[in-house]
């Protein structure tokens, strides 16, 4: 399943970058500073998924009891079994509050966090970005890497969720939001833009993924995915847009100025 999934976004995840690298009008990118950016949302996504998986265990313990934990551990047979376990559990025993709060910490912050981090260490010192259209194509290509790493290790979730979050490039979407307003940041001086540039990642993120975990118990919860599906595939569409129309714009003022 991992194979498969990581088969179908790579592609998607190529034509990105190639995109990416594109828009970069002056002083353009080089393989090296691609490879880097790309590094660094790998990188983050590990780090992102070691938090997660840590405060996933910490839940497990909580919800599911360590001495049951360890008694399934040490069965080899129904080692495969612990996180549907704890799935049904979490869908009979908490409440979509919970879920989303559990999601915003072990989830939005933990992984959001990490790829700001890494999008800071990427771009450190670096003559290839300099303003906030450098660093919001730096954050696409960040969260490009991260979905690279993402869906080569993602199984939570049944096939058709599985599948279709292989297929859309939400990662690319949130590091790209994230890098437009460190951009922002970093070329007003105004460290007001932070605040924004991992909030609204960390938000989307958050409500996205929680919807998704809510799924199977009611209906209304099907209804509140579709609505996170639509609004995420409008955010996409919208930071693919401006991206294009910024870089169109940047290329024009350069040659005007020529």
């Not at 790209?176 to 460290?191: N, W």
């Amino acid at each position: 399943m991992n194979i498969i999934c990581a088969l179908l976004s790579l592609p998607i995840s190529i034509v990105l970058i190639r995109w990416l690298m594109r828009c970069k009008k002056e002083n353009p990118f080089v393989r090296g500073n691609v490879r880097r950016l790309v590094i660094a949302g790998i990188l983050s996504g590990i780090v992102g998924s070691i938090v997660t998986g840590i405060f996933l265990a910490i839940n497990a313990v909580r919800l599911f009891g360590l001495d049951n934990l360890i008694a399934v551990i040490q069965n080899p047979e129904n080692t495969g079994k612990i996180m549907e376990i704890v799935n049904d559990v979490q869908k009979r025993e908490i409440s979509f509050a919970q879920t989303f709060v559990a999601q915003l910490i072990g989830v939005g912050f933990a992984e959001e966090l990490s790829r700001y981090f890494f999008l800071r260490m990427g771009t450190r010192k670096q003559a290839f970005a300099k303003t906030w259209l450098d660093y919001t194509i730096c954050g696409g290509i960040v969260g490009t890497g991260f979905t690279i790493i993402e869906d080569l290790f993602y199984s939570s979730g049944g096939f058709i969720t599985t599948i279709f979050r292989s297929l859309m490039p939400f990662h690319f979407t949130y590091g790209a939001i994230m890098g437009y307003f460190v951009g922002k940041a970093i070329e007003t001086g105004q460290k007001k833009y932070y605040v924004p540039g991992i909030m609204i990642p960390v938000l989307l993120h958050t409500l996205f993924d929680s919807s998704l975990h809510a799924l199977g118990r009611n209906d209304l919860y099907i209804i509140l995915a579709a609505v996170m599906f639509i609004v995420s595939i409008g955010v996409t569409a919208f930071m693919i847009v401006k991206i294009n129309r910024w870089s169109k714009a940047a290329a024009e003022k350069i040659a005007a100025e020529e």
